[in-house]
């Protein structure tokens, strides 16, 4: 595609539920992203992909995030059981592969709301 | 673990103003570094780098930079901002493959 691409761009759910965001990278990026971004606050490190290696989850704050990648394509990053303190916008971003010198495209990201 | 600072959370400038954005971090080894930016109603974007090489610079849009090592500093310039740079911008930092961004400092350019 022609940048990445991120849905819903807008969730708004109640405390306890599970939540799902999906994330499409550019077609070819070997690396994937995810990033939360609280308001006020900067971009935080959740996990990141590259191409069949185990994922890198240092960034994950609890056990109650976890995130998949199909392959090299679609993520989907899951918030079980959600808290207030989870409403934040989720940024998703890729690269061509890991390392330092890849520049990372991001996504629109999505606006979680926990109620 | 790496970190990064903007002690600028908000920065108000008349057009035509210079701009200089400050940018800090703390690591010992080799870095790799970076200025994002997010215009309203869009994805963040690369604005510039450095990896190596001339500490000065330049990026799109008139943007600047210069990596200051002995400072641990990269900070963002432009000589005359537009209305059009009204916007976040995001520092980050790059080390064995942990990319840290900073928390933003916001831009507003009154015309």
């Known amino acids: 595609g022609a940048g990445v691409s991120q849905s819903p761009s807008n969730k708004v759910t109640e405390k306890g539920k599970d939540v799902e965001l999906r994330c499409d990278p550019i077609?070819?990026?070997?690396?994937l992203y995810w990033y939360r971004q609280r308001l006020g606050q900067g971009l935080e490190f959740l996990i990141y992909?590259?191409?069949?290696?185990?994922?890198?989850k240092s960034g994950l704050p609890s056990d109650r995030f976890s995130a998949e990648r199909t392959g090299e394509s679609v993520s989907t990053l899951t918030i079980q059981r959600t808290q207030q303190e989870d409403s934040a916008v989720y940024l998703c971003?890729?690269?061509?592969?890991?390392?330092?010198?890849?520049?990372?495209?991001f996504g629109p990201g999505t606006r979680l709301t926990v109620l | 673990a790496q970190s990064v600072s903007q002690h600028n959370h908000h920065v108000i400038l008349s057009e035509a103003a210079s701009l200089e954005l400050g940018c800090n971090y703390s690591?010992?080894?080799?870095?790799?570094l970076f200025w994002y930016v997010q215009y309203p109603g869009q994805h963040l974007q690369l604005l510039l780098k450095?990896?190596?090489?001339?500490?000065l610079v330049k990026g799109i849009k008139g943007f600047e930079a210069e990596f200051i090592k002995s400072k641990f500093s990269f900070n963002l310039r432009k000589p005359s901002v537009q209305w059009s740079d009204t916007a976040e911008y995001f520092c980050?930092?790059?080390?064995?493959?942990?990319?840290?961004f900073g928390a933003g400092t916001r831009l507003t350019v009154k015309p």
């Open positions: 971003a890729s690269s061509l592969t890991s390392g330092d010198y890849n520049e990372q495209f």
């Open positions: 077609s070819g990026h070997t690396a």
């Open positions: 992909f590259q191409g069949n290696s185990a994922p890198d």
């Open positions: 690591y010992g080894g080799t870095v790799n």
């Open positions: 450095y990896f190596s090489g001339d500490p």
């Open positions: 980050a930092v790059s080390s064995n493959n942990d990319m840290r």
